[in-house]
């Protein structure tokens, strides 16, 4: 069984292991998948191919098939009646390049050297595409990329015109597996556009009637709130039926049986007090998958915690690759065959620069969610683009007005509280803190070591001079001041060349 890297490197603050050594190692499965070496002693033939779909910016409940009664998101309802659909998967940040770029490296935001909006993945962080690429898979990407050129190295193709790619970003989902080679199992990256704001060209428009929206306890009910919900949905909806038509010429095609299928998003909607944030409404994710001849049984639900950071392992597995070292989450495959195992008991997921300075921690089990904030000085309203929106004005005119309830005033508070901790299972929202109630001081301090843990053991730090705001925290409106990055977390302990998983 082939090993990606040595075991050696597992460990902490590995001397003798560099990305230059992953690099030699890459070549040398090249020249194994040339010599038509198989791995894990399967035929190439027998190895799934694999589409991973991903979302910008839709939020685990804007879904049919996780509750919500308004959206209508057909195709992806029945793909999770006939595969696994995961109730508690999360991103590692709320951000949209870092997510992605943490999805495809395996890694978590500061351990890839881009932990901040628009930096991009180096050169010498290795890829779970790449690893697929030089084992034998064709490697295609079609949509939105973000994630700079370096990534773009262990895939065969890349299509990243937006023109090309349409409004939504799914214009070539289709074609890209029509025209892929057919001797060959493949490894597709489809990302769309949707559903990031501005809302733009979309025959769906006017699908969701706004009267008809259900409004969030922390955004203000009102005419503006609902029609940017409606025009949200029908956004949600063309990704969705673009996802009908993939797995319609994967049925054309005669290969849908050994397809793997993973819907995800790559955070939480682009509204107040989600995206960006570390509640369940910016780090949670819908997470389905499907694979027919790999999932035994259908319309399972698993409750299982995931990290994004796990898709990695998880298919370089399934694909005969075993991967050590600079992977750092940890596979999901058992839960195919066994949906309630645990094979992680903690997520963890960061808050850095996005528009705005912040540095913000976050640790979640099954039952509570523990926040850490570095810079309680500052606001938490969102990111520019959700600040500029018909919902963050409906909450500046109810503030105004001073009708705000406490959920709703949350994106202006400030300071805000240096340690946050909820009870999930009473508070879905996360609407109570209770880290300075009495009776929750044993789970606060077990929330707070396991933080301080990971922290230590994957090189996290909090940077002094940080990216300052770029963008007015009232209007969304660029700054009139020179854009330079600050020190990005885990600069200063290298962190970018740290293997260590962390706790799970």
Not at 86 to 97: E, K
Not at 169 to 182: H, I
Not at 400 to 406: D, H, P, R, S
Not at 421 to 450: K, T, V, W
Request: hydrophobic residues 35%; contains cysteine; charged residues 25%.
């Amino acid at each position: 069984m082939l090993k990606a890297v040595p075991r050696s490197i597992k460990q902490h603050n590995v001397t003798d292991m560099t990305f230059k050594h992953l690099t030699i190692f890459k070549i040398g499965l090249l020249l194994l998948g040339l010599l038509g070496i198989d791995l894990k002693g399967h035929g190439q033939h027998q190895r799934p191919n694999i589409v991973l779909i991903l979302a910008d910016d839709i939020g685990a409940d804007d879904l049919g098939c996780y509750g919500n009664p308004f959206v209508q998101t057909p195709h992806i309802d029945r793909i999770a009646a006939e595969g696994i659909r995961f109730t508690n998967a999360y991103v590692t940040t709320s951000s949209c390049s870092p997510s992605r770029c943490s999805i495809l490296s395996g890694r978590y935001p500061h351990n890839t050297g881009a932990a901040e909006l628009h930096t991009p993945l180096p050169q010498d962080i290795p890829t779970f595409a790449g690893l697929l690429h030089t084992t034998g898979y064709y490697t295609a990407q079609a949509g939105k990329w973000h994630m700079g050129e370096s990534a773009k190295l262990g895939f065969d193709l890349i299509q990243e015109n937006n023109k090309l790619n349409g409004d939504g970003g799914e214009a070539l989902w289709v074609k890209t597996l029509q025209n892929r080679p057919k001797d060959k199992p493949f490894f597709m990256w489809f990302a769309s556009y949707d559903a990031h704001r501005p809302w733009g060209p979309n025959d769906l428009s006017g699908s969701h009637i706004s009267d008809k929206v259900v409004v969030p306890a922390y955004m203000v009910d009102a005419d503006g709130t609902r029609e940017d919900l409606a025009a949200y949905y029908d956004e949600i909806s063309r990704f969705d039926r673009s996802i009908g038509q993939v797995e319609a010429e994967l049925e054309r095609q005669g290969i849908a049986d050994n397809t793997l299928i993973i819907i995800l998003s790559d955070n939480g909607r682009p509204f107040p007090r989600a995206k960006t944030r570390l509640y369940d409404s910016g780090a949670k994710t819908p997470f389905v998958v499907k694979w027919p001849v790999g999932i035994p049984s259908e319309g399972v639900v698993s409750q299982s915690l995931l990290s994004t950071i796990d898709i990695a392992p998880t298919l370089l597995e399934l694909a005969g690759v075993d991967v050590t070292g600079s992977f750092q989450g940890v596979s999901f495959a058992p839960l195919f065959d066994q949906p309630d195992r645990e094979v992680r008991h903690y997520v963890f997921a960061e808050h850095n620069w996005h528009d705005y300075e912040a540095l913000e921690r976050m640790v979640r089990t099954r039952d509570f969610l523990y926040v850490v904030n570095m810079r309680p000085a500052l606001s938490n309203q969102g990111p520019a683009d959700a600040v500029g929106s018909p919902s963050f004005t409906d909450l500046k005119h109810a503030r105004e007005a001073g009708f705000l309830t406490v959920a709703q005033a949350d994106v202006f508070v400030t300071p805000r509280p240096r340690e946050e901790l909820f009870d999930c299972r009473s508070d879905p929202d996360q609407l109570i803190n209770l880290a300075s109630l009495p009776g929750y001081e044993r789970e606060l301090e077990q929330h707070r070591a396991m933080m301080e843990r990971w922290r230590k053991e994957t090189d996290d730090t909090t940077p002094d001079r940080l990216t300052a705001d770029w963008f007015d925290r009232e209007t969304g409106k660029p700054l009139p001041t020179e854009r330079v990055r600050g020190v990005m977390p885990g600069t200063e302990k290298e962190a970018i060349r740290t293997f260590n998983k962390g706790p799970h």
